[in-house]
């Protein structure tokens, strides 16, 4: 991923009408480098301990990587923005007939957790499956930043969680992707083992701390999967607009 903090220097001497010509004129100076064809898909208000009300919107162009930004509702600065990419660059189609850039993001309220988290996702299509990449944003130290360095994949059976897992794990991140491919006759959407991970934050990152794989074979997304582990939850992408389109 490509993430880059924005500070604003403001000096002291600013007056009130000063920053009222910065506020009027905040598209075409924070957005001067947004191409005309890049466009805001999705965008809310969240409110995070430190920066405030904070507009976090998901932008989308054919043949760029699509990218989420934070922007300081009452200074209109760029916390940040952060290109979200994968290495055969299928988040980023040059054709949108087929295959259009897909970006979208929900927002996690939990009492484990300091801050709001964001859990963007975007799709790549293919045949008969397709690839998703999830990033997680959140407050760290009166920063807005990433939480993982790569985005983490899955396929259509597969699934992320954030959130309270268990007793025993706590408050974190578990995501899980089928294996294909391991047993003679398997075909693709027959039951399959699924690798499981976990991931817990700390020191304003998620860390991996379990990787395993499925005693047994299951069908479906893959999240009973997690029931030998003690986890009983649901794949938190079902509840992202258009991304869950692309689950069914």
């Known amino acids: ?86 290495k055969d660059k299928s988040l980023a189609p040059e054709n949108d007939e087929l295959t259009p850039p897909i970006l979208r993001f929900r927002i996690i309220h939990s009492s484990g957790f300091n801050s709001p988290l964001i859990m963007s996702v975007g799709v790549a299509y293919g045949g008969s499956d397709s690839a998703f990449f999830m990033t997680v944003f959140g407050e760290v130290q009166g920063k807005i930043k990433s939480l993982n360095a790569r985005p983490f994949f899955a396929n259509i059976q597969g699934g992320y969680y954030l959130g309270r897992l268990n007793d025993k794990l706590g408050y974190g991140l578990v995501t899980w992707n089928f294996i294909w491919g391991g047993d003679p006759g398997e075909s693709h959407y027959s039951e399959h083992r699924y690798k499981e991970q976990v991931y817990r934050l700390q020191d304003g990152e998620l860390k991996l701390t379990l990787s395993r794989v499925s005693r047994k074979k299951y069908t479906g997304n893959g999240s009973a999967s997690l029931r030998e582990i003690g986890i009983r939850v649901s794949d938190q992408r079902r509840g992202i607009p258009r991304v869950r389109d692309s689950l069914d």
């Open 1 to 86: 991923m490509n993430c880059n903090n924005h500070v604003s220097g403001a000096p002291s001497w600013k007056t009130a009408m000063t920053k009222f010509i910065w506020a009027s004129c905040f598209l075409a100076a924070s957005f001067a480098s947004t191409p005309a064809s890049a466009k805001v898909v999705q965008s809310s208000v969240v409110e995070f301990p430190s920066n405030g009300r904070v507009i976090v919107q998901a932008w989308e162009e054919v043949g760029r990587f699509p990218s989420m930004r934070f922007v300081s509702e009452k200074t209109r600065e760029v916390l940040l923005q952060c290109a979200i990419r994968d």
